[in-house]
């Protein structure tokens, strides 16, 4: 099994970034997929949720400025990120989880740092 997230970097505030994970191994339409983050000297929190069946699911931190989505046909799944604010500094961690990925994921992916700068 393997989750690839791509997409950070470093932006403004009040830019946007997507950032993006290919899963492999998996039977992608069985799982939730989910998004982390980790800030410095932070512990990593979640930060959105899609089901199978496309429900989404955001932390309230994030709520109206970030949107995740699935995309079958590719087995990939994105965060699109907007009206980023430096607070939003982290790596983010890609995960997937059985189900409706409530818990702790099964698998997750290796990050992709995002900095936002003031």
């Known amino acids: 099994v393997q989750l690839q997230a791509s997409g950070g970097g470093d932006v403004q505030a009040g830019g946007s970034l997507r950032l993006s994970c290919a899963a492999s191994?998996?039977?992608?339409?069985?799982?939730?997929m989910l998004w982390f983050r980790q800030a410095p000297r932070q512990q990593r929190e979640w930060v959105a949720t899609?089901?199978?069946?496309?429900?989404?699911i955001y932390a309230n931190s994030v709520k109206g400025r970030f949107t995740i989505s699935r995309n079958s046909a590719s087995n990939t799944h994105s965060l699109q990120m907007n009206s980023l604010i430096p607070e939003d500094t982290a790596v983010y961690y890609c995960?997937?989880?059985?189900?409706?990925?409530?818990?702790?994921?099964?698998?997750w992916g290796q990050g992709t740092l995002v900095t936002v700068s003031s």
């Open positions: 191994g998996i039977t992608f339409d069985n799982y939730a």
């Open positions: 899609i089901t199978p069946g496309g429900v989404t």
């Open positions: 995960a997937a989880g059985l189900g409706s990925g409530t818990g702790v994921p099964n698998y």
